[in-house]
């Protein structure tokens, strides 16, 4: 969709546009955004600039209606600094000056201390030494930045290690430590008083990360080659144990700096190969090399992949198709007339449906009509007893390249079906989904949304076949643009509500059956400064008593204790359920846990204590010291057997036996998704997962019998019975037709189901780490998180789509995809051991943790990052309309960058709820989207929207975050990668010219080496190696687009 904006740039002004909040005297870019196509509805936003070109004043017009506003100030120290950022407000009528916009924001927040205040070291370094966030309760308690030299004393907090590698085989090498005064360190101190340490070379890389619990260190080291070129991470428990095979990152690379081999602790390595034009043709990872797989990529012309499929690698050098293929196509719809698809090509063709988009055709180029454009996808499924059965999509667009009609096929052999039509935005107004099946009745829903002025989500209404449209959900936002209210099937009278404390922290959900307090510096816990939840407590469905829990976290933000109570101040019934981890070892692995729970009718004990051990960062064994049983076949863990080695896991790190669940054998597909588990009694539980790895199907053999549940979409059936058509906020029973409603939490777990009718169906509580310890009534599988969670046969698995996790141990039972955004911490532990604050929304989220890393990394640069984190939230509290984070001072690029994605995440805590219901801009972005993979609506915002909590500026946090709006060009090897998500034409374009760029900077070095004199072997060495690069860029810079997949570089 093209956005609509007009941009008016006014120098100098002298008349006046907006006599209500304009000042006449200054500087300003007024940023308009068309609504509708006459231009009636409009979305304005003024940024104004004092007479030294510095923006000062943000202004969103109308944000809270008529004729109030919502601005932010910005105030500068007599050095030009940031000196204070000042909390958005509503604004009314004329502004005049700062006092009075000052006396608004007193009022407003009814604190003193509306704003973020920054102090400076003096000239010329202008580092920021203290931060000071918004609220009288943290006077006192800002983040602290203190700037050093290294010290060569080995006891020293100070001391750094220093590592390098061999330029002939990379080989790791140590030498002692690195000199005095030679390395730049910068500490930071949160809140609470909790310190880490990032050290830094001349050239601005990254060292060492040290982090302190007390006095004990946690460190992290990167090892560089002479290139630059990362090469090693040695995460804290090296430190102990140098054991490269256990616990280092490992990447090696090619003449031409490819990252051809990567190695992620304790599995094997995995291999790349690559074409001449850089792009990888094939993969194998170590369950692959040891069946003589490998996994191909195929690219069309322009360089958009084309097909990802497995292969087996025979010994006469022959290829075969060994598992499922994943194909796209582009820019037209030739695919539709290949002989597979005759039978079924009528039910794929496009069907205008009046009141939806229209299929745009250019009637001077029909074939151009598509060109861009993902136009279909084919997906195989390795059905056991049977060959591959390939799911096909297509996609339909009109003018604007939105995707206006979706036709696919599902595996019980039927169809879907939708229909899309979009505001002037470019925002789902309706959509329309026709489910079908052979044999079955269709399966019919419609969904409408309505918009404020403003853009934002206001109203979702649902109808079910042809029965009456109800209201599915309401959204009410608050003057600061804060979702305030939330009401479910129209009925006005139980709405539920969000509060917030003076940083935008939610603080509390009410609903007349389901109520949440959340605390973090008041209430009855030890208070937290730092964004932790110091107490929480709750009450669900028609329970008179609250409950709670306070917690304590050790000095690395890691749960140590979660303390159970009820009562006002939690002072009754204490400990029944307590949570508590007894020891961490360096990588967060959980080296003991001690869980309480209910005994008997009336009796409360320790149901578990555990003492786990490990092989690197591998579960090997759990002994339970506890004599108790959980009451009634409640959660604990059960300690089954008693052997030196009860876990075992595959080359790829994948577990594949847990005998204390009596489990001999879980298999893998070549996405490491588990395809089946095996019990020793001849239970099995078997998934099937396409391609693209969305789960199609689930098979339970218990005792004889066989459950099976097929996934459609948002239909779900079992046993070829369709039972319930997930929603944004529930699920609709298929066998009556009522609607069904989560009441959920900060995290978005189900706490209570209620009918449509208010009736309670089913309440849960749960443990920290997402244990169910009470429960009643069991309507449905989705709990903590949102997640299905599967008990048949002792299982007691979450499935989170990339990953399956284990809330018995708090742990995850494969290695995390994104492991390599937080190398300091071990790759199978629950969101950093703070399952409190932090979620996982699909098993491979990038975390607090792994962000915070990066925030550690830039400290050095503290103006930019902080100036980037102040003007994304800034522009997230503004609905992201803004042009501030375009508009950015910075002096490091990679600082500004990690300040806006720190600003992004703080906005997802700060937003609230609109998340936790599981609507919002993200679920109806999805909706257009063919890249959701054909899950439909209710399941992306399942999987995607139910996991923090969020309004709108948690909306505008996530998408900013990913859509990496704002980011600059970073001239760094540990910069973010920049892809923009898309597959053009452009892209070989933009390629050639950083090719060109690349080129150029490694011929100069070369010319700059070959001119030197007397040169030594080290520098032939490097010549020879800058000689390869600059022939490979001198290829890249004039690749024309010629598809080499074939030319590859490897033996296969």
Request: charge should be neutral; glycine fraction near 10%; aromatic fraction near 12%.
């Amino acid at each position: 969709m093209i956005m609509k904006k007009l941009y008016c740039i006014i120098l100098f002004l002298t008349l006046t546009l907006w006599a209500h909040s304009q000042i006449p005297t200054n500087n300003y870019i007024l940023t308009r955004t068309m609504c509708d196509s006459l231009g009636v509805a409009t979305i304005d936003q003024i940024q104004y600039y004092d007479g030294l070109g510095r923006p000062y004043l943000a202004v969103l017009k109308g944000a809270v209606g008529g004729n109030r506003h919502l601005a932010s100030l910005q105030e500068y120290d007599t050095q030009g600094r940031n000196k204070c950022i000042w909390l958005p407000v509503c604004i009314e009528q004329e502004y005049n000056n700062s006092y009075d916009l000052k006396k608004k924001l007193l009022e407003t927040y009814q604190d003193s201390l509306a704003y973020t205040s920054y102090d400076y070291h003096t000239l010329p370094l202008d580092r920021v030494t203290w931060e000071s966030g918004p609220g009288k309760a943290w006077v006192g308690k800002g983040i602290k930045n203190d700037y050093f030299f290294n010290i060569a004393s080995p006891d020293s907090v100070l001391s750094c290690k220093k590592y390098s590698v061999t330029d002939g085989g990379g080989r790791l090498l140590y030498d002692g430590y690195y000199k005095a005064n030679s390395l730049s360190v910068v500490c930071n101190t949160d809140e609470d008083g909790y310190r880490s340490y990032t050290f830094k070379d001349s050239e601005g890389r990254v060292l060492l990360v040290r982090s302190c619990d007390g006095n004990v260190f946690s460190d992290t080291y990167f090892v560089y080659d002479s290139f630059g070129r990362l090469c090693y991470v040695l995460p804290p428990s090296y430190q102990e144990n140098e054991d490269l095979d256990l616990w280092a990152y490992q990447y090696s690379y090619d003449g031409l700096g490819r990252c051809i081999k990567k190695k992620y602790p304790g599995c094997d390595e995995v291999s790349y190969v690559y074409d001449n034009a850089d792009r990888i043709i094939c993969s194998e990872d170590g369950v692959q090399h040891s069946r003589s797989h490998y996994t191909a990529y195929a690219y069309d012309v322009f360089g958009r992949l084309t097909s990802t499929t497995e292969m087996t690698r025979g010994s006469n050098g022959g290829r075969d198709l060994v598992n499922s293929c994943l194909r796209k196509y582009y820019d037209n719809y030739d695919f539709l007339y290949t002989p597979e698809l005759s039978v079924i090509k009528d039910s794929l063709d496009y069907c205008e449906l009046p009141g939806f988009g229209i299929r745009y055709v250019n009637t001077e180029t029909p074939s151009a009509s598509s060109c861009g454009l993902l136009t279909g996808t084919s997906v195989d499924v390795d059905l056991p007893g049977e060959s591959f059965r390939r799911l096909y999509a297509v996609f339909y667009y009109d003018r604007y390249g939105n995707v206006i009609q979706k036709c696919s096929t599902n595996l019980l052999g039927g169809f879907e079906r939708d229909f899309y039509s979009y505001t002037f935005t470019g925002k789902v107004a309706s959509h329309r989904h026709v489910h079908t099946v052979p044999g079955k009745a269709n399966c019919i829903y419609a969904e409408t949304y309505s918009y404020d002025s403003l853009d934002r989500l206001v109203r979702v209404t649902h109808q079910q076949d042809n029965a009456p449209a109800i209201t599915l959900f309401e959204n009410v936002y608050d003057s600061l643009g804060r979702l305030s209210a939330c009401v479910y099937h129209g009925v006005s009278s139980a709405p539920v509500t969000y509060s917030y404390n003076i940083r935008g922290w939610l603080t509390g959900i009410r609903h007349p059956l389901f109520s949440q307090m959340l605390y973090y510096t008041d209430g009855p816990g030890r208070a937290c400064y730092n964004g932790n939840i110091s107490s929480m407590s709750w009450k669900s469905g028609n329970e008179a008593v609250e409950r709670g829990y306070k917690f304590m976290y050790d000095g690395l933000s890691r749960l140590s204790d979660a303390l159970y109570g009820e009562g006002p101040k939690l002072s009754v019934n204490i400990n029944r359920f307590n949570e508590q981890v007894t020891g961490y070892d360096k990588m967060g692995n959980i080296l003991g846990l001690k869980r309480y729970g209910q005994t008997s009718a009336t009796g409360y004990d320790v149901i578990d204590d555990l003492s786990l051990s490990y092989v690197g960062n591998r579960l090997k064994k759990v002994a339970d010291r506890s004599g108790t049983s959980a009451f009634n076949n409640g959660f604990e863990f059960k300690d089954g057997v008693d052997l030196s080695t009860e876990y075992e896991y595959d080359e790829n790190g994948n577990l594949t036996k847990d005998l204390n669940k009596n489990i001999t054998a879980i298999q893998y597909n070549c996405l490491n998704l588990p395809s089946r588990v095996m019990f020793a009694n001849g239970n099995s539980i078997s998934y099937l997962y396409d391609a693209a790895g969305r789960k199609l199907r689930t098979v339970h053999v218990l005792e004889g019998d066989s459950v099976t549940t097929d996934y459609c979409g948002n239909v779900v059936y079992e046993n070829g019975v369709p039972q319930i058509l997930l929603t944004e906020v529930g699920y609709v029973s298929l066998t009556d037709g009522k609607y069904h409603y989560y009441l959920k939490d900060h995290q978005g777990n189900n706490r209570v189901v209620v009918d449509e009718e208010g009736t309670v169906e089913e309440v849960n509580h749960y443990y920290p780490f997402g244990g169910v310890f009470s429960s009643t009534g069991d309507a449905q599988p989705y709990k903590y998180n949102g997640k299905e969670l599967d008990r048949k046969g002792g299982l007691d698995w979450y499935d989170y789509g990339a990953r399956m996790y284990d809330a018995v141990l708090g742990r995850w039972h494969a290695v995390d995809p994104m492991s390599e955004k937080y190398y300091g911490v071990s790759p199978y532990l629950y969101c950093a051991n703070n399952p409190i604050l932090l979620v996982d929304p699909n098993g491979m989220w990038p975390t607090w943790r792994g962000i915070r890393n990066g925030l550690n990394n830039a400290l050095n640069t503290t103006l930019s990052f902080t100036n980037g984190a102040v003007r994304a939230v800034t522009d997230n509290i503004l609905l992201g309309s803004t042009s501030l984070r375009e508009t950015g001072i910075y002096s490091s690029a990679g600082a500004y960058n990690v300040g806006q994605d720190v600003g992004d995440v703080i906005s997802l805590f700060i937003g609230g709820a609109e998340v936790i219901r599981g609507s919002g801009e993200v679920a109806a972005g999805l909706l257009g989207s063919p890249e959701t993979g054909g899950v439909s609506l209710a399941v992306s915002t399942k999987g995607v929207v139910d996991v923090t909590h969020g309004s709108l500026m948690a909306t505008s946090g996530a998408m900013k975050l990913f859509s990496r709006k704002g980011r600059v060009n970073e001239n760094s090897s540990n910069g973010y990668s920049k892809s923009s998500g898309k597959n053009e034409k452009h892209s070989s374009l933009k390629a050639k010219e950083s090719a060109r760029q690349k080129y150029q900077d490694i011929k100069s070095q070369y010319d700059k080496l070959n001119l030197k004199q007397n040169k030594t072997p080290e520098d032939k060495k490097s010549l020879k190696k800058l000689e390869n690069q600059v022939k490979h860029w001198k290829k890249k810079q004039d690749f024309t687009g010629e598809n080499h997949s074939m030319n590859a570089k490897g033996n296969w």
